[in-house]
């Protein structure tokens, strides 16, 4: 089974700085995708990033990008450039090729501070 | 707008209570699961659905009852649930239940049981 972990369950930033969310999983599989998911206050899940896991290149998606790094089951979401509206859980998830749900980690919650 | 739509957003019912909660889609998606969110736990899959037929039970306690009449509408029927069933219920979609694009989510009903 897999599992994913997130260290942090709080984190707090400044305005326009850069904030870097951990998560690491366990899976033995070889081939499988990576989400980080947002959830504001209005509770609404939002897909932030995707990565595939057979691509050496690093996610990117405007402010947030990842540190994908397989050997150590590593995904980490580095969000630049902070922004106030950027306040929310943070989840981290895995899903392998094979057709397996949707595994979450427990969340960070991120505050950002004006 | 989400694309998923739950109703209502939130719910109090008593332990000897029936209730139902509402989750449309009109994604053309044709898988739709329902997630447990509790405090400082992962989200809990609950059910999957694959063009209407159940798929997936992870041992729900017979107290929730799932209802699928269509690839668009999804029901959560409740009856003599216990206070630890308060929590966050999320209703999410996906073309696919193996589609790896991650899931689209609804905002959520919160439950709280009295």
């Known amino acids: 089974a897999q599992t994913v972990t997130q260290s942090q369950p709080e984190m707090s930033v400044q305005e326009a700085e850069t904030v870097t969310l951990s998560c690491t999983y366990d899976?033995?599989?070889?081939?499988?995708?990576l989400f980080w998911y947002k959830q504001p206050p209005s509770r609404q899940m939002i897909l932030v990033i995707r990565?595939?896991?057979?691509?050496?290149q690093n996610a990117t998606e405007n402010r947030f990008s990842v540190n994908f790094q397989k050997a150590a089951k590593s995904f980490s979401l580095k969000i630049s450039d902070s922004q106030l509206g950027d306040t929310a859980m943070y989840f981290c998830?895995?899903?392998?090729?094979?057709?397996?749900?949707?595994?979450f980690g427990e969340g960070t919650q991120l505050t950002v501070n004006p | 707008e989400t694309g998923v739509t739950q109703t209502p957003r939130h719910l109090v019912m008593g332990m000897t209570n029936k209730k139902s909660l509402k989750c449309e889609q009109h994604?053309?998606?044709?898988?739709m699961y329902w997630y447990k969110q509790s405090a400082k736990k992962p989200l809990e899959l609950m059910f999957v659905?694959?063009?209407?037929?159940?798929?997936e039970n992870n041992s729900v306690p017979s107290r929730f009852s799932p209802e699928c009449p269509n690839s668009s509408h999804l029901f959560l029927h409740l009856h003599t649930l216990q206070p630890e069933d308060s929590a966050l219920y999320l209703c999410?979609?996906?073309?696919?239940?193996?589609?790896?694009?991650?899931?689209?989510f609804g905002s959520g009903t919160r439950l709280t049981v009295v």
């Open positions: 999410a979609s996906s073309l696919r239940p193996d589609s790896n694009y991650g899931y689209t």
């Open positions: 899976t033995s599989e070889s081939n499988y995708y």
């Open positions: 990565q595939e896991a057979y691509k050496q």
């Open positions: 998830a895995f899903m392998t090729t094979s057709g397996s749900r949707l595994t």
């Open positions: 994604l053309g998606h044709n898988a």
């Open positions: 659905y694959n063009f209407k037929e159940q798929t």
